[in-house]
Each structure stands twice: as structure tokens, then as C-alpha cells.
């Protein structure tokens, strides 16, 4: 079998991680090719990589993020009383595989957002299985579902996601079917899968706002017991930002 008939066998067989590597090295003069011993593990790797980037890409967008982050570029200045060290641990996302929930509040434009979606995007990074929902978007999501007899369906969905992000918690008001089905995806969440959840509202004002003791009772005692609490301070990051665009003239 000839060169170029190898690069359609690959891309028949759907190797194109290693079809695009062979056309690669077909372009290079023989004497800059990998040595015999090492050019089927350099094929390999090519499709190993190929394949692991396809995955990031579809766990990235079946999350539905608001935007791209990164842990790298999260900003750590005095004022906003942000551990670098924390973070960082919590990036390792050994959280997750423990069933951890982390809760971040602030005020509105202090970074709470990009927070939750960097830690995201690095549990899609390693394979994990993420969703990323506005909290009164999935009460609407859910109460559609109850409607047409897909709910089940829809709670065991969210069930799976190995994190749950939950942004804008407390923005607003939850009637009783709501908090019921708060309360039973956070059951069956419950030390078995991470949640993230975003809020201006501390979390000393969370059982106001669910004001319904038994409910607030059952739900913060599974949200809160051993998690992760991020308290952001300082002024808001879209409002520095600005500052900073408006200073360099970008």
C-alpha cells in the first residue's frame, strides 16, 4: 500500500488524528521522519491527542457556558480576598470526585461567574461531565418538563453530570414546586456529585430566601455541610476591566 493510499485507509477508519500527522510527515523529506522504531507511537500519540481535544470540545459545549476562562487568568489581588492557594487546590477537582459543593458569593460583577465556569472548563479538560445552568432558567427548564412528562427524564439527566454549576442562586423568588425540585436534585446529588453554586446573597440569608423551613432545612443541610465557601470582595471585575481598557486605549 502506497503513501497517500495509507491516508485514505486512516481516513476511512476514522483515524484523523493520525491521517493528519501522516500528511504531515508525507510534506517533510524522509530523512526528518520519526526513526522506524518510533513513528507508529508517534501516529498514536497523534491520535490519542486528536481524540482527547474532540472530547474537551463536546463535554465544553454540552456544559453551555456564557463564556470562555481559565484558571490562569484569574486575578488575585488584595482587595478581593481571593486564596490563590484554595483555588488552586480546587482546581485539581479532587472536590468532585469527593462530592463536594463549593458556594461563591459576591457582589454583582465581582468575578463569581468566571470563577464557577474556570472550574468548569477544567473538569471538561479532564473528562468530566458538566453542566452549566442559570438558576432560574433550570426552575423554568424543570417546571416545562413536569408539564410535558419529561421530568424524570430531566432530574436523572442532571443526576449524572458529574458538576453542576448553579449560577445566579437567589436572583429570584422559587414557589413550592420549585423548592421541591430543588430540593430532590440536591438529594440525589447529594455526596455523590460536586455543585457549584453562584450568589450575590450570602449564604447566611439563603434560608430567608428559601423561606420554607422544612424545605431550607433539608436543602442547605446538604448544600452547605462540608463545602467550600469562596466569599468575593472588592469592586466589580467588568467595571476594572473597563478602567483598565479605557487607561491603554483597547
Avoid at 495509507?6 to 493520525?18: D, N, P, S, V, Y
Avoid at 517533510?28 to 481535544?53: C, F, M
Avoid at 490563590?84 to 468532585?96: A, I, P, T
Avoid at 433550570?138 to 413536569?146: D, F, G
Wanted: glycine share 6%; aromatic share 6%; with cysteine.
Amino acid at each position: 500500500m502506497n503513501t497517500q493510499a495509507t491516508l485514505e485507509r486512516m481516513r476511512q477508519l476514522k483515524l484523523q488524528g493520525m491521517a493528519t500527522h501522516w500528511e504531515t510527515l508525507l510534506r517533510l523529506p524522509v530523512n526528518q521522519w520519526p526513526p522506524t522504531d518510533h513513528l507508529l507511537a508517534s501516529l498514536l500519540d497523534a491520535e490519542h491527542e486528536y481524540r482527547q481535544e474532540r472530547k474537551t470540545r463536546t463535554a465544553i459545549t454540552q456544559a453551555r457556558f456564557r463564556y470562555q476562562a481559565s484558571l490562569e487568568e484569574v486575578i488575585y489581588t488584595p482587595d478581593r480576598q481571593l486564596d490563590k492557594s484554595m483555588v488552586l487546590r480546587l482546581g485539581d477537582l479532587s472536590f468532585v470526585r469527593r462530592g463536594e459543593n463549593i458556594l461563591i458569593t459576591g457582589a454583582t460583577g465581582c468575578g463569581k461567574s468566571y470563577l464557577a465556569t474556570c472550574l468548569g472548563y477544567q473538569a471538561c479538560q479532564r473528562g468530566l461531565r458538566v453542566g452549566y445552568f442559570s438558576m432560574p432558567k433550570l426552575m423554568e427548564r424543570l417546571h416545562l418538563a413536569r408539564a410535558d412528562g419529561s421530568y424524570t427524564r430531566e432530574l436523572a439527566r442532571l443526576e449524572r453530570l458529574q458538576l453542576l454549576i448553579l449560577d445566579d442562586w437567589g436572583l429570584s423568588s422559587l414557589d413550592m414546586n420549585a423548592k421541591l425540585a430543588l430540593l430532590q436534585l440536591i438529594e440525589d446529588r447529594h455526596g455523590r456529585s460536586a455543585t457549584i453554586i453562584t450568589s450575590q446573597l450570602p449564604v447566611s440569608k439563603w434560608y430567608e430566601y428559601l423561606a420554607e423551613p422544612t424545605l431550607a432545612d433539608a436543602i442547605l443541610d446538604r448544600l452547605v455541610h462540608q463545602a467550600h465557601r469562596i466569599e468575593l470582595q472588592g469592586e466589580s471585575m467588568r467595571r476594572r476591566i473597563k478602567k483598565t481598557n479605557d487607561l491603554t486605549g483597547s
